[in-house]
């Protein structure tokens, strides 16, 4: 059986320009190689989409825009490091070319890589071959291929599933590496470094075609001349351990072992991703399916059987449909599995059970199982750098430099150092705590539970602030959870500067996505072990008015939750025309606050004081009380954000008996009490005449 790699190329609807782009670029060499060799201070919009390939984004620094001059154009390299693993001399060289050649600072991504900011295309060719020849590697990190294969950043000697899990994230990652020449050709002028030799059974089952999973006679087996339809990404983890985001991914990898240790094979999951646009219904955030478990000697060929089908029949034609999630969407499942089994030659075997998944970050000091240590370092927002008393990046170098230590980049941004000796760790300690970087303990949850992708001013596709706003977005939602009375309340925190959802934050319980300046759509529900996603709560918020709209919510959560119960799960619980309702609710009551300083406690020695928001349930008012209201109906015509715009709602004041009256009438009549003071009001004052 033989399969074109690209059959929606002959198909009815014109495939994108990128198809053709990487038709004509001779397996990624152009127009790179012959742009990089011109003395311009950027590349050509078409070779900026084969750049990417090579690891590479091409971007300006929009600070330093002035309108007549050109742009500040810099590169952004990212490392491709399966499982988040970095070598002592790659650190190193990573930190030196950040100082030569970048912005004096490193980041850590979501997906377990590095990238380093502010390369001028003068400069990328010695960056990227500065990172070659470390052990370090850019290619895959971007383009249409496998991105960087993530695993548990867990490196537990005494726990062999954890072992599997990283093995298997390089294998993987291996199998589906670009085999194209261009990369050593263009950066390293022919010369190929390699860290080690690749392991024989990767190398065969590269090769193996069996039932049209190949490409025969290309240089790139398993991609063919136009590589994916888009980015493809893939994680391998152990039962129970959610830190990997498994349900964002493409292709999740769950390993089973049996009772001795010993791998018996993987459940799969597939059809995950969390890309969209803002106004475009049809792109959306999709959580994985279950598609079925392999014995461990099957498991190559099962990736390469989900690839090729996505290969196959991804869309080529609009790159807003091109990831797999809408394949399968639009297929359903059945299909898929079906396609899937087609190229596997064989049916999937049946899931096998699962515990529930958590999320773990693997921070603080731990025992990894042989004796030895590692420990897991909070980076605020993945930026490793030094700012006044605060330096990482001058930590981070003192301990790779004096103890050689490996390191492992996390999926939350943060960095964990290990094969630590036990009479290390007291050195280890001094030097973090002499170089400003706070004890897990110190961190405030909120922080530690966030991430935020770079947006501005380097993203061309920001169009609101991330990395540089959400610290203090998060200190104002601190001051308001220690304002309502739940000081010690955090919950999964994720913003971005654009829907492309870099960051995850449709996995989040509070998604901060950027819709403008200053202005962000609002994401609530998600579960805190990420196996859910959270929906969209409000359109557009100005940040200026985050307090309006979270207070009265902070407020419910306090009155209303169950017993432990998240954040996430509570509004996903209530939902959200109830969250709606009480805030409408709470800002047409006229009360703030600072009235909440008693709680009542009978009716009959109520004080105007004493009236709290508390004492207004999510029933007292509801959607169709409000929807009269010329000012507020104007909010509720189908609008994501429903709630009345804060500064034009007219307020009444009332009497406090009037109020117990009203409360003790809807008690009794089960009626809103907004309801009931419409009654009132049609009973006495006569109609408006229009």
């Not at 330096?391 to 630590?420: C, G, W």
């Not at 050195?427 to 949850?445: F, M, Y």
């Not at 530690?448 to 596709?461: E, I, K």
Request: charged content about 25%.
């Amino acid at each position: 059986m033989v399969i074109s790699s690209t059959p929606n190329l002959a198909a009815t609807r014109k495939p994108s320009k990128v198809e053709g782009l990487k038709d004509h670029s001779d397996f990624l060499r152009e127009p790179v190689a012959s742009e990089l060799l011109q003395d311009t201070t950027h590349f050509s919009e078409d070779a900026i989409q084969i750049l990417k390939f090579h690891g590479s984004y091409q971007q300006d620094n929009r600070d330093n825009r002035v309108k007549g001059q050109e742009k500040d154009y810099q590169m952004m390299l990212r490392t491709r490091s399966p499982g988040g693993f970095i070598p002592p001399q790659l650190y190193l060289a990573l930190d030196d070319i950040a100082n030569e050649y970048g912005n004096q600072t490193l980041r850590a991504t979501t997906r377990q890589g590095f990238q380093l900011h502010g390369i001028l295309k003068k400069n990328l060719k010695a960056a990227i071959a500065g990172m070659v020849r470390n052990l370090g590697n850019t290619l895959g990190a971007c383009g249409d291929v496998n991105r960087n294969v993530m695993a548990p950043p867990a490196p537990f000697k005494n726990r062999p599933e954890y072992q599997f899990a990283y093995e298997y994230s390089h294998k993987i990652a291996d199998l589906l590496t670009p085999q194209t020449g261009a990369y050593y050709e263009i950066w390293l002028d022919g010369e190929k470094f390699l860290s080690a030799e690749e392991n024989p059974e990767v190398v065969a089952a590269r090769q193996k075609n069996g039932h049209g999973t190949i490409v025969p006679n290309s240089p790139e087996p398993i991609y063919g001349t136009h590589y994916l339809p888009r980015k493809f990404k893939i994680s391998v983890t152990v039962p129970g351990d959610n830190s990997v985001d498994l349900y964002s991914q493409d292709i999740s990898l769950v390993v089973i072992t049996n009772a001795q240790g010993e791998l018996e094979g993987f459940n799969i999951f597939a059809g995950g991703g969390l890309g969209r646009t803002h106004n475009k219904e049809e792109t959306f955030p999709r959580l994985a399916d279950e598609i079925g478990y392999v014995a461990k000697d099957e498991v190559y060929d099962a990736v390469k059987a989900i690839v090729a089908t996505q290969r196959d029949y991804g869309d080529r034609s609009d790159r807003r449909h091109a990831r797999m999630k809408y394949l399968i969407e639009d297929w359903g499942v059945e299909k898929f599995r079906a396609k899937v089994e087609e190229y596997l030659g064989k049916k999937f075997e049946p899931f096998r059970p699962l515990p529930k998944f958590e999320y773990l970050d693997f921070l603080g000091w731990h025992e990894q199982g042989d004796g030895k240590l590692f420990v897991g370092i909070s980076v605020e927002n993945g930026r490793v750098k030094n700012e006044g008393s605060f330096q990482l990046k001058t930590a981070l170098r003192e301990i790779v430099e004096t103890y050689n230590l490996p390191m492992l980049v996390t999926p939350s941004q943060n960095l964990l150092f290990y094969e630590i000796d036990p009479d290390q760790k007291d050195e280890i300690q001094a030097i973090l705590t002499r170089c400003g970087i706070p004890s897990i303990a110190a961190i405030d949850p909120l922080v530690r539970y966030s991430m935020a992708c770079p947006a501005l001013p380097t993203c061309g596709l920001a169009t609101a602030e991330s990395e540089r706003v959400i610290p203090s977005i998060l200190a104002r939602l601190r001051s308001l959870l220690e304002k309502v009375g739940l000081p010690d309340e955090h919950f999964i925190t994720r913003m971005t500067g654009c829907p492309n959802g870099c960051a995850r934050p449709y996995l989040a319980e509070l998604g901060f996505v950027g819709n403008g300046p200053d202005t962000y759509q609002i994401w609530l529900g998600a579960a805190p072990n990420q196996t859910r996603l959270s929906k969209p709560y409000i359109e557009k918020l100005h940040i200026d008015n985050l307090e309006t709209e979270f207070e009265p919510i902070f407020v419910l959560l306090k009155k209303s939750r169950n017993p432990q119960e998240s954040f996430g799960d509570f509004c996903d619980r209530l939902g959200f025309d109830a969250l709606r309702e009480f805030v409408s609710t709470y800002q047409l009551s006229g009360f703030t606050m600072e009235d909440t300083s008693q709680k009542t406690t009978a009716t009959e020695d109520i004080t105007t004081e004493d009236i709290t928001t508390e004492d207004i349930t999510t029933e007292d008012i509801t959607t169709e009380d409000l929807s009269d209201d010329p000012v507020i109906a104007e909010e509720m015509s189908g609008k994501v954000n429903a709630a009345p715009k804060r500064n034009r709602i007219p307020r009444v004041s009332i009497q406090r008996d009037v109020y117990v009256r009203l409360q003790q009438a809807s008690v009794q009549q089960g009626k809103p009490i907004t309801q009931l003071v419409a009654d009132a009001l049609d009973a006495y004052l006569p109609p408006v005449e229009s």
